[in-house]
């Protein structure tokens, strides 16, 4: 996948004949992803990635459906079930002092308020209630070990710095 693409969901379905695809999508709110024009899509089994224009999407009941330049017919959107979904960072917007995209902390180090070194970011989700960092490493026995950190300011993550490259947080690395 090229650097400057954003992984934000994939086709997971089919809807109606008309050419509809379902999408499962990462973005928060969901319905977010249809906001984003012009698509790239990595068919499942391929590494080509594939630029899709987006022509609409919306809810429809629990699933966010879009159609896509091209796909006008059902058999042309069950071509497409399976693929990754993503877009250039150049099209996310700009956020404010103190926000991150996931994709900024991914690979960072990661050590405790009293300096002990955890590991490095390795990939984050998503509870419902907040985002959990999950933090790859090895312990004092030189043991692989994992990590899952509330991703909440103040009480679990005290600071951020893409520059340094470092994410220090209140956990216990026994924990």
């Known amino acids: 996948m090229p650097d400057d693409y954003i992984l934000l969901g994939e086709i997971s379905g089919v809807s109606g004949l008309k050419g509809w695809v379902k999408v499962f999508s990462h973005t928060s709110p969901r319905l977010q992803i249809t906001e984003y024009t012009q698509w790239f899509l990595q068919k499942k089994g391929s590494d080509q990635w594939e630029t899709v224009k987006l022509k609409g999407g919306k809810t429809q009941g629990k699933n966010i459906i879009a159609l896509l330049e091209g796909v006008q017919y059902r058999d042309q959107a069950e071509a497409l079930v399976g693929s990754t979904i993503a877009v250039s960072s150049d099209q996310l917007e700009k956020l404010s002092e103190g926000e991150y995209y996931w994709k900024d902390l991914i690979g960072l180090n990661v050590e405790n308020t009293?300096?002990?070194?955890?590991?490095?970011?390795?990939?984050?989700?998503?509870?419902?209630?907040?985002?959990?960092?999950?933090?790859?490493?090895?312990?004092?026995?030189?043991?692989?070990?994992?990590?899952?950190?509330?991703?909440?300011?103040?009480?679990?993550?005290?600071?951020?710095?893409?520059?340094?490259?470092?994410?220090?947080?209140?956990?216990d690395p026994d924990f």
């Open 114 to 171: 009293e300096g002990a070194k955890l590991g490095k970011i390795d990939w984050l989700f998503n509870t419902g209630s907040n985002d959990v960092i999950t933090i790859k490493g090895k312990n004092a026995e030189g043991e692989n070990v994992e990590h899952l950190v509330p991703y909440i300011f103040d009480d679990y993550v005290i600071s951020v710095s893409i520059e340094d490259s470092l994410m220090v947080v209140n956990w």
